[in-house]
Every structure is written in structure tokens, then in C-alpha cells.
């Protein structure tokens, strides 16, 4: 499946609104965001929170890989896509 235009983000990181930039910057609407303090321990009440909010928002629901490790256990009703961060290392000369 191709991941929905509009989403609702979800996320429990130190700097959420650098992910829902990285969602937009990559063509996605981000509907709403749901931010939750880093670390945060989902449970069955922040899943039924998430899909209300997809529900009414009409969207699809995103999240980080490291709030996924953490929400698959709880069984979210519906689709979710994870956003996956690709990183490059740049070599570059240390200043003399």
C-alpha cells in the first residue's frame, strides 16, 4: 500500500516538530501531530486516542520506528506507517 497524503503523526521524542517537518518535507500532510513527552509508555487509551483522531481528521496515522517498537504491542486498530530516518556519514577533515 502507498502511505496515505494525510496523516496524523504520533510521536514520544525529544523533538517532535523536526519529525512532522521531515513528514512534510517529504510531500506528506501532516493533519495533526500527536506529541507525547519522550519515552512516553503508550497504552490502551493513547491507541483509542490515535485512531479517533485519524478517524475524525479522515487521515492515516504515522509514527517514528521507536514509538512502533513500542505501540505494535497494543494492537492498533487500522494501518500505521513508520517513518524510518536514513542517515549518511560524512567523512569531512578536522580542522587544523
Known amino acids: 500500500d502507498d502511505p496515505p497524503a494525510r496523516v496524523v ?7 517532535p516538530a523536526g519529525f512532522a ?4 518535507h517529504a510531500g506528506v500532510e ?3 501531530h500527536m ?4 519515552h512516553h509508555r503508550y497504552d490502551a487509551r493513547d491507541v483509542e486516542r490515535m485512531a ?6 479522515e487521515a492515516g496515522l504515522v509514527t517514528t ?3 512502533w517498537v513500542k505501540l505494535r ?4 486498530p487500522g494501518r500505521v506507517w513508520v517513518a524510518r530516518l536514513d542517515v ?3 567523512g569531512a577533515p578536522l580542522p587544523a
Open 88 to 90: 549518511s556519514l560524512i
Open 52 to 57: 479517533q483522531r485519524a478517524a475524525r481528521e
Open 65 to 67: 520506528e521507536k514509538d
Open 9 to 15: 503523526a504520533v510521536s514520544a521524542i525529544a523533538r
Open 73 to 76: 504491542r497494543l494492537g492498533v
Open 21 to 24: 517537518r521531515s513528514l512534510s
Open 30 to 32: 501532516v493533519a495533526s
Open 35 to 38: 506529541t507525547f513527552r519522550d
